[in-house]
Nanobody, 125 residues
Framework: VEVVESGGGLVQAGDSLKLSCALSGPTSSTTTVGWFRRAPGKERDFVALIRGNGENIGYDDSVNGRFTVFRDNHLNTVYLHMNELKPEDTAIYYC???????????????????WGRGTQVTVSS
């Protein structure tokens, strides 16, 4: 399984960005995909996840109401649409494929088997 993120960049507070997570290899339209981020000096933190065709979606409290995760199964791509960006959203954003063996809540990095290299999002004040 290959995971490739794109769409990061430098924006101002209040702006929007849409990140993409392209999947290839043995995945399906119901593959669980999570978004995480690592801010400078911090751990890799959960941001959002999507399970199935979108019937199960979750967000961290810090982004709930501002970020939206959705998928386009024709393109085998999962998106993270980020609105009202804040300087504290600055981080490297990672996409990951949920493990078929260890997946529980989806909130922890160890529940995911395949990771992309990340895309940098920088929000200036």
């Amino acid at each position: 399984v290959e995971v490739v993120e794109s769409g990061g960049g430098l924006v101002q507070a209040g702006d929007s960005l849409k990140l993409s997570c392209a999947l290839s290899g043995p995945t399906s339209s119901t593959t669980t995909v999570g978004w995480f981020r690592r801010a400078p000096g911090k751990e890799r933190d959960f941001v959002a996840l999507i399970r199935g065709n979108g019937e199960n979606i979750g967000y961290d409290d810090s982004v709930n109401g501002r970020f939206t995760v959705f998928r386009d199964n024709h393109l085998n791509t999962v998106y993270l649409h980020m609105n009202e960006l804040k300087p504290e959203d600055t981080a490297i954003y990672y996409c990951a494929v949920g493990s078929t063996r260890t997946f529980r809540s989806g909130l922890h990095p160890w529940e995911y088997d395949y990771w992309g290299r990340g895309t940098q999002v920088t929000v200036s004040s």
